[in-house]
Nanobody, 129 residues
Framework: QVQLVESGGGLVQAGGSLRLSCAAS????????MGWFRQAPGKEREFVAA????????TYTDSVKGRFAISRDNTKNTVYLQMNSLKPEDTAVYYC??????????????????????WGQGTQVTVSS
């Protein structure tokens, strides 16, 4: 079965950095675009970033552009989220997820929750001011 396991969260001061990892198993990793989402207390889960199967294309929500970078290593079945210049408003549980569309071509990167089918358990990121 498909499993996604996030790691790398923690407590950091504003302006600091963290690197999240998401290790995937039970799937042909290179067949799927991947995404990161986050959910703050009392708020809905929101899109953060996505990366194409070959890592050629990425997309970000406006609030993290220029600060976060998504990447992947298909030899390690892992997707990463490098987070720099962290702000208190970045505090949330961060989730990685698999784009359900697989090898379908001609589609842009998915940015909505219903376009993803498997999710990790999440990793907590807390940014103190």
């Amino acid at each position: 079965q498909v499993q996604l396991v996030e790691s790398g969260g923690g407590l950091v001061q504003a302006g600091g950095s963290l690197r999240l990892s998401c290790a995937a198993s039970g799937l042909t990793f290179s067949y799927y675009a991947m995404g990161w989402f986050r959910q703050a207390p009392g708020k809905e889960r929101e899109f953060v970033a996505a990366i194409s199967r070959s890592a050629i294309t990425t997309t970000y929500t406006d609030s993290v552009k220029g600060r976060f970078a998504i990447s992947r290593d298909n030899t390690k079945n892992t997707v990463y989220l490098q987070m720099n210049s962290l702000k208190p408003e970045d505090t949330a549980v961060y989730y990685c997820a698999r784009d359900r569309r697989g090898l379908r071509r001609g589609l842009g990167l998915a940015t909505t929750l219903d376009e993803y089918d498997y999710w990790g358990q999440g990793t907590q990121v807390t940014v103190s001011s």
